[in-house]
């Protein structure tokens, strides 16, 4: 009799099912699901995020350059467009546009042009947005056309105040249309810009001399 030699048993290797590659296909979408959510959220945050810092730059530029205008006011009418009559060195009105006018010094002159120092602003709010216009020339004419520049956008109002050497707050300037009126000055004038992100934004500004 011959002795059977047998030699080691393997077992037979097999795949994988159809219902486990179902499990891990889905499995591995809402991974992906989850992924890709995370990715779009993150997306939209910083999208947001830059929306919301640039509309802080534009407004800490906006207060800046109020009160830069204010700080450097000078006491100088200019002649109406005309030529009949002056405009008060400061100006402001809640009836009628602009909101506020001024002649301003300090105006840089880099290029050395033959101008004056002095420089007339104003401003003018429409439609939610605060715009700032200056002329070439410190009194203007009919023909002479501003620079217009839009400082902020989504406000919801602007306001002034001016505290008069009487101690007392007034929303326009000058008190009286007397011409005598024309060279003064307040003490200080409260700007308030009610914007749509963060309510009123109020700053009160001291005038020099």
């Given at each position: 009799?011959?002795?059977?030699?047998?030699?080691?048993?393997?077992?037979?290797?097999?795949?994988?099912?159809?219902?486990?590659?179902?499990?891990?296909?889905?499995?591995?979408?809402?991974?992906f699901?989850?992924?890709?959510?995370?990715?779009?959220?993150?997306?939209k945050?910083?999208?947001?995020?830059?929306e919301?810092?640039?509309?802080?730059?534009?407004?800490?530029?906006?207060?800046?350059?109020?009160?830069?205008?204010?700080?450097?006011?000078?006491?100088?009418?200019?002649?109406?467009?005309?030529?009949?009559?002056?405009y008060?060195?400061?100006?402001?009105?809640?009836?009628?546009?602009?909101?506020?006018?001024?002649?301003?010094?300090?105006w840089s002159?880099?290029?050395?042009?033959?101008?004056?120092?002095?420089?007339r602003?104003?401003?003018?709010?429409?439609?939610?947005?605060?715009?700032?216009?200056?002329?070439?020339?410190?009194?203007?004419?009919?023909?002479?056309?501003p620079?217009?520049?839009?400082?902020?956008?989504?406000?919801?109002?602007?306001?002034?105040?001016f505290?008069?050497?009487?101690?007392?707050?007034?929303?326009?300037?000058?008190?009286?249309?007397?011409?005598?009126d024309?060279?003064?000055?307040?003490?200080?004038?409260?700007?308030?810009?009610?914007?749509?992100?963060?309510?009123?934004?109020?700053?009160?500004?001291?005038?020099?001399?």
């Amino acid at each position: 009799m011959t002795a059977a030699v047998h030699g080691p048993v393997t077992p037979r290797s097999r795949g994988f099912t159809l219902l486990e590659l179902l499990v891990a296909m889905f499995i591995a979408a809402i991974i992906f699901a989850m992924g890709y959510g995370s990715i779009n959220q993150a997306v939209k945050n910083r999208v947001q995020l830059q929306e919301q810092q640039a509309k802080l730059s534009e407004l800490q530029t906006a207060v800046r350059t109020i009160e830069q205008d204010f700080v450097q006011l000078a006491p100088r009418p200019i002649r109406q467009p005309v030529g009949s009559d002056f405009y008060p060195a400061l100006m402001s009105s809640t009836t009628t546009q602009p909101v506020v006018a001024l002649t301003r010094a300090g105006w840089s002159n880099p290029s050395g042009l033959q101008r004056p120092a002095l420089q007339r602003v104003a401003y003018y709010f429409e439609n939610g947005t605060l715009r700032r216009e200056y002329w070439t020339v410190l009194d203007p004419t009919q023909s002479s056309q501003p620079v217009k520049r839009d400082l902020m956008t989504h406000l919801k109002s602007v306001s002034l105040r001016f505290y008069s050497q009487g101690l007392t707050w007034g929303t326009q300037w000058p008190l009286s249309p007397r011409a005598d009126d024309y060279p003064s000055r307040p003490i200080a004038v409260e700007v308030t810009l009610e914007t749509e992100d963060w309510g009123k934004v109020v700053r009160v500004i001291e005038l020099p001399g």
